[in-house]
């Protein structure tokens, strides 16, 4: 088994050599991950970026758009051929179609590639004629990357913390009875092993309804062709000490292990590792609706993601030799049209602070980072309301429940974001005075000039600086 990894270690080595001299010296790619945790609207992202990138007359922050360099933009097949191509036609479809709504959401990796041919800028401008430039789109749940932090743990340390993490959620009410009524060291029994895991799972995607973002393993909430299957049942156990051998406790960690080999560890190796642009979108917006605690939690979830990534420079030879790295990192937060324009520099500060110890680990260890408010589309239009002499800046559009077109006022995010980063740090159950309330849109009818691309907000400036300065 050793000498079989070895060999496939060295086989991928040679091949990721291949592809870097292939990158470096004739067509550029760029390979762009993009992730996040649920809702946070990654394939609306997508959607809308691969949509304004073929149409670009909506983005003006893009340089090599504004200095007329890109001639042409189209789609080709993907490179890997085992990877589901993402499905963008009808994302799109979805969301400009005459009944327009939110597509399915990111269920399993994808990959779109989007071919530009451009001219150089600078004193090579006038030497060269236009070259090609790949991007290579990679699409993955963020719950599969927070499993990447399980690899530097065993079972036991990952079972004591799950379970001192979720001692005090009443979500995990059910499986905490389940488990204490279990004796680790007694004998394997399947139905026992599959209640637990079951329950453990119904917690997972309770916790995440109610805004947690800490739901590992990730593959519990979407198993794909995986459930049922052994490697997805387990759980974790009170252990203190050595069991028996073929006891419960003994079958959980070796179906731990045998998830972090078989699940975690390929999907870093065929997909993650070969990324070197990463966006990270964030529902901020969300997550302080739901309170102090889920914004805690939000914040610890993006320092654990950072550690998942091996950021640094990509000079070309340190691609030659090394293998590459991120390069570049991108947190985004998403639905910036929930709020009227005067707020999205509070949203963007806001933003740079919940990310600011993850940023500040990518940045020492040489990756370029940036944090900003986006709406991939937007979906809402905006006015001021007169209430009680009060002028409130608000932001209209169709409710996704009803369908009735509605005006909010969300109420003012705070200047200092440590007025939120305070109570989340410190435990808080409910923000002190204040209510934040963020309403749920639909898609909004659109009419598209021929050249224009949907409607956004800064997309074009999260383009410029994840590909920017490759063009």
Not at 223 to 237: I, Q, Y
Not at 267 to 294: E, K, T
Request: charged share 25%; glycine share 8%; hydrophobic share 40%.
């Amino acid at each position: 088994m050793v000498i079989s990894s070895l060999a496939d270690s060295l086989v991928r080595g040679v091949e990721s050599i291949g592809d870097s001299v292939s990158e470096t010296f004739f067509e550029p790619v760029i390979r762009l991950g993009v992730t996040g945790l649920a809702r946070s609207g990654k394939t609306v992202f997508i959607t809308s970026l691969v949509a304004n990138l073929l149409d670009r007359g909506r983005m003006p922050g893009l340089v090599a758009q504004q200095e007329g360099r890109i001639s042409a933009a189209y789609l080709q097949p993907q490179p890997d051929d085992t990877v589901p191509r993402f499905d963008y036609e009808n994302h799109l479809a979805a969301l400009t179609g005459p009944e327009p709504h939110w597509p399915d959401s990111t269920r399993a990796v994808s990959e779109l590639r989007l071919s530009f041919k451009a001219r150089p800028s600078g004193l090579l401008s006038g030497l060269q004629g236009p070259r090609t430039v790949h991007l290579d789109i990679v699409d993955y749940p963020g719950e599969w990357l927070l499993d990447l932090a399980l690899l530097d743990k065993s079972y036991k340390v990952w079972s004591q913390e799950t379970l001192e993490r979720i001692a005090n959620r009443t979500q995990a009410n059910a499986f905490l009875s389940l488990a204490q009524g279990i004796d680790p060291a007694e004998k394997h029994d399947e139905p026992k092993a599959q209640s637990l895991a079951k329950e453990f799972a119904a917690y997972l995607n309770v916790a995440r309804d109610a805004g947690f973002y800490d739901c590992t393993p990730g593959r519990f909430l979407l198993p794909g062709d995986l459930a049922g299957s052994p490697v997805l049942t387990f759980a974790p156990l009170p252990v203190d000490g050595h069991s028996p051998r073929r006891s419960l406790h003994r079958e959980m960690e070796r179906r731990y292990e045998a998830y972090k080999s078989q699940v975690v560890k390929p999907f870093f190796r065929d997909h993650f590792a070969r990324i070197d642009r990463q966006v990270v979108l964030v529902d901020a917006l969300g997550a302080i609706h739901n309170g102090p605690q889920a914004v805690e939690d939000m914040r610890r979830a993006m320092a654990d993601i950072l550690a998942a990534f091996r950021p640094g420079r990509n000079a070309w030879l340190s691609q030659l030799l090394l293998g590459k790295r991120v390069e570049r990192i991108l947190f985004a937060a998403t639905k910036a049209d929930h709020l009227h324009h005067t707020q999205h520099p509070r949203l963007t500060n806001i933003m740079e602070a919940l990310t600011r110890d993850a940023r500040d680990r990518a940045s020492f260890a040489g990756a370029e980072t940036a944090a900003l408010s986006l709406a991939s589309l937007r979906a809402t239009t905006e006015e001021i309301r007169d209430h009680d002499g009060t002028e409130l800046p608000c932001v209209r559009g169709t409710l996704l429940d009803s369908g009735k077109q509605a005006a909010f006022y969300p109420g003012d995010l705070p200047k200092d974001p440590s007025h939120l980063l305070g109570p989340a740090r410190n435990g808080s159950d409910s923000w002190l005075g204040e209510d934040y309330g963020f309403m749920a849109f639909a898609p909004a009818h659109l009419t598209l000039r021929p050249g224009d691309g949907p409607p956004h907000i800064r997309l074009d400036r999260a383009a410029q600086f994840l590909i920017g300065d490759r063009f």
